[in-house]
């Protein structure tokens, strides 16, 4: 068994612990070809992305008709938000639940683009309805109206949730 | 099971001590760019980059750029774009994409912060050379933020060079550095050692292996130091010295088994058998599928021959051997497992992927064995790498194929919108064309009506705004003064003057009342004009909404199919890149659990062995014993 005593391997690992354990029909050479043309694809993909999403706004929402909403949490919130509803002239156009990692991004800053749609010229009610949960675990529940007016450029709303209430920024 | 975690964490070190979280600005001008700061925060590369490239091509397509919102934070968001594509592992666009700012007229810290990135990207893609060059080239100010990580990537790229020496100076400078507590100090150990400092480069390993902390991964590198410090000094044979070091090692850390292993080693090599059996006891009860818990079976009854404990030692190799022939059949059934598919089936289950922790998740997955065997080959960067080009490929595939539906159902639309107005337009532009002749013809009037009343203004001409009764009156005199000059050739003068009296009464009332009149004129003109400017709104309104209609359906035709075919192409091409990836990952995943089971067969020979010669030096124990009775 003496074997084992000496045979035993004593690496001492400098950088890494963990090397690359992959059969020699792969070589790194391959690895790196097969990662750039990953590369390359991601690339062309995010291409075609950038021209489906110009295609998308000319077609379903061209700026005389469009209206985005977005929602941003003013710092130091204190609740914790569950849920958004948008209701535009009466009608429900958005309702989104939060999960934890949408609320961390928003927390540290990120802006939820929870609706884009199209509406006429004119003025327009929106009906903004919060729940959520207070510091205290009891229900929380917020509710505010805005009057938005739309003209021929693309209209954008912002919402801003603070412990204070909603409060709505026209850009 | 997570404390598997931690040595994924010590692996990507580099990049983690670095990639710190681009903060969003302090008052957010763009709301695009929150959008997406929004998608980065949660992970969502390609949503990120695609959203923050878009804002950045509308941003340099604007007339003015200083006018548009992303000009408050264009400098954040160029950084940002290549940060986002280098977190997309992108990084030769990425690369490409930092570059530009470096060549760009900026401030210097916003300079050499681009260059810290470009640099990282370099030493990440193992171009060290490369890395080297970048950073050589800050020069001045280093924003505060990325100060001590640009020290660090500093000290990296030397080592990686080999000028161990001027990276251990650097590492030596900030070991007290918050965020890098260990790390610095660990680093510094090592890059002494490399450069044949072998005291110095053992005191650091040793600070680094005593260091206070109740952060895990600070715990992790402290058990680290300990362990290659340990190893080192028993590869030296100082025995001792190397079992009171790995015995600091934390017997719950990411690190444990192989330190109770060498643990065990140390005590063995001093002929203490009954300290050996201490650890490798503790080591040889946890899960089989460790090679230190694998060796430590093989160990245990080791040092129980040692003793002369022959028959508990033979008990132990058949337990051994018992767990070898389960592993390896486990090994067996995941390499089925893999040449069937099942592999890459449940690397792509999306219920997992809503959970953290899905790489825990996915040992446990019945149908799929050889993924129990997963964390131990993540653990591999070639692995890691090609595990996140698959799902990256695997997320690509979705996506271009829900976009090949929504460009179907655009052309859909789009023909649905032309039959609709092709039918409808030719009525509303007849009658438009109508209307339009019609405002043409009273907007030629108005102008009229306005010269004359301008002109009126210094030449007064009363005739002219004579009401409709005096008009009728006019009239009516002039037909009676016709038929009396007719009827009645020599009438007396009485009817004439009657005539002409009544003519200077209307002539009279229009010379008084002519002021009045030529204000009251203004005042209907003014009236008229707010009419024709709300004419002249809804006129343009329905030249935009007539427009919109044609837009609506026109020109699209040429794009839709041209992105079909670029959709198409591309799905082509991620089809199969994705089978290549696959096909790298279960040779990876093969290759490795064959060496494993290699390595078992091995042990299970060496166990066999091993028994056979317990239960012969058993026998002839109890033979001799026998004999002395």
Redesign the interface.
């Known amino acids: 068994?003496s074997?084992?005593?000496t045979g035993?391997v004593?690496?001492?690992?400098?950088?890494?612990?963990?090397?690359?354990?992959?059969?020699g029909?792969?070589t790194k050479e391959?690895?790196k070809g097969?990662?750039?043309?990953?590369?390359d694809?991601?690339?062309?993909?995010?291409a075609?992305?950038?021209?489906?999403?110009?295609?998308?706004e000319?077609?379903l929402y061209?700026s005389?008709t469009e209206v985005?909403v977005?929602v941003?949490l003013a710092e130091g919130l204190t609740f914790r938000l569950d849920s958004v509803e948008l209701q535009m002239d009466g009608n429900i156009v958005a309702r989104h639940v939060y999960s934890f990692?949408?609320l961390?991004?928003?927390r540290?800053?990120?802006?939820?683009?929870i609706y884009t749609g199209n509406i006429r010229?004119g003025d327009h009610d929106l009906l903004v309805s919060v729940m959520g949960k207070a510091k205290g675990g009891s229900d929380l529940r917020k509710a505010e109206s805005f009057k938005i007016s739309k003209d021929?450029a693309p209209r954008?709303v912002?919402l801003s949730l603070s412990d204070q209430g909603i409060t709505e920024r026209s850009? | 099971m997570k404390r598997l975690f931690v040595p994924l964490i010590l692996v990507l070190l580099s990049a983690s001590l670095s990639l710190a979280e681009a903060p969003a600005p302090k008052d957010l001008k763009d709301l695009y760019f929150g959008e997406a700061l929004y998608h980065a925060y949660q992970g969502e590369w390609f949503d990120a980059v695609s959203r923050l490239d878009t804002e950045l091509a509308l941003h340099y397509g604007v007339d003015e750029p200083a006018r548009d919102t992303l000009h408050y934070h264009v400098n954040q968001a160029e950084f940002d774009v290549g940060d986002f594509e280098l977190y997309y592992r992108m990084h030769r666009k990425a690369g490409r994409a930092i570059k530009a700012v470096i060549e760009g007229n900026v401030p210097e810290p916003v300079r050499n912060e681009a260059i810290f990135r470009l640099a990282r990207i370099y030493f990440q893609k193992g171009q060290p050379k490369e890395a080297q060059e970048a950073v050589d080239r800050i020069k001045g100010a280093v924003p505060e933020k990325i100060r001590n990580d640009l020290a660090f990537l500093k000290a990296e790229i030397l080592m990686a060079n080999g000028r161990f020496a001027e990276s251990a100076r650097i590492f030596s400078d900030i070991q007290d550095a918050p965020g890098l507590l260990g790390f610095s100090t660990y680093n510094l150990g090592i890059a002494l050692t490399r450069d044949g400092k072998e005291t110095e480069g053992r005191s650091s390993l040793e600070r680094a292996g005593q260091i206070k902390s109740v952060d895990n991964v600070t715990l992790a590198i402290k058990d680290k130091s300990n362990l290659v410090l340990g190893e080192k000094l028993l590869s030296e044979k100082k025995f001792a010295a190397a079992k009171d070091v790995l015995d600091r090692v934390r017997l719950a850390g990411p690190f444990s088994n192989r330190a109770l292993l060498s643990s065990g080693w140390a005590d063995a090599s001093l002929d203490n058998y009954q300290s050996a059996l201490v650890p490798w006891t503790i080591l040889a009860g946890r899960a089989a599928t460790d090679p230190s818990v694998e060796e430590a079976m093989l160990a245990v009854p080791y040092a129980y021959i040692k003793l002369g404990i022959y028959s508990k030692a033979a008990l132990l190799y058949a337990q051994a051997l018992e767990a070898y022939g389960r592993e390896i059949e486990k090994l067996s059934a995941s390499i089925t497992s893999i040449n069937e598919g099942k592999f890459l089936q449940a690397l792509l289950r999306e219920e997992l992927k809503q959970d953290p922790d899905w790489v825990v998740k996915l040992r446990g997955l019945p149908e799929a064995p050889e993924t129990f065997y997963l964390l131990d080959l993540l653990a591999s960067h070639d692995f890691q790498e090609s595990l996140k080009n698959y799902l990256d490929l695997a997320e690509l595939r979705v996506k271009l194929s829900a976009w090949s539906g929504d460009l179907v159902a655009f052309k859909d639309l789009t023909q649905k919108r032309r039959a609709y107005y092709e039918q409808l337009l030719p009525v509303v532009d007849r009658e438009f064309r109508r209307l339009d002749t019609l405002m043409r013809l009273r907007l030629s009037q108005r102008d009229s009506i306005e010269k004359r009343l301008h002109a009126m203004l210094t030449a007064p001409r009363p005739e002219q705004l004579e009401t409709a009764d005096e008009r009728v009156t006019i009239e009516r005199l002039n037909q009676l003064e016709r038929k009396l000059a007719a009827a009645v050739p020599d009438a007396s003068g009485a009817a004439w003057a009657r005539i002409a009296l009544l003519r200077g009464v209307l002539s009279w009332n229009m010379y008084t009342d002519y002021d009045h009149r030529v204000t009251l004129a203004f005042r209907h003109l003014h009236e008229l004009n707010s009419e024709i400017d709300r004419m002249k709104g809804e006129y343009a309104a329905f030249v935009r909404t007539r427009q919109a209609a044609t837009q609506s359906y026109e020109g699209y035709d040429d794009v839709i199919r041209t992105l079909s075919e670029r959709t198409a192409a591309a799905r082509k091409n991620v089809d199969k890149l994705m089978s290549r990836q696959g096909k790298i990952l279960e040779t990876m995943a093969v290759t490795e659990l064959t060496r494993r089971r290699e390595r078992l067969e091995k042990f299970q020979v060496d166990a066999r062995f091993a028994m056979a010669d317990s239960y012969d030096r058993a026998r002839r124990a109890q033979d001799k014993k026998r004999a002395e009775q």
């Open positions: 068994m074997y084992r005593l035993i004593v690496t001492v690992s400098v950088l890494c612990f963990f090397s690359a354990a992959y059969g029909d792969i391959e690895l097969q990662d750039e043309q990953v590369q694809i991601k690339s062309d993909v995010l075609i992305s950038a021209e489906l999403a110009k295609l998308e000319k077609l061209p005389s985005s977005f941003s990692k949408e961390e991004a928003m540290k800053g990120g802006v939820q683009r010229s021929v954008i912002e850009r």
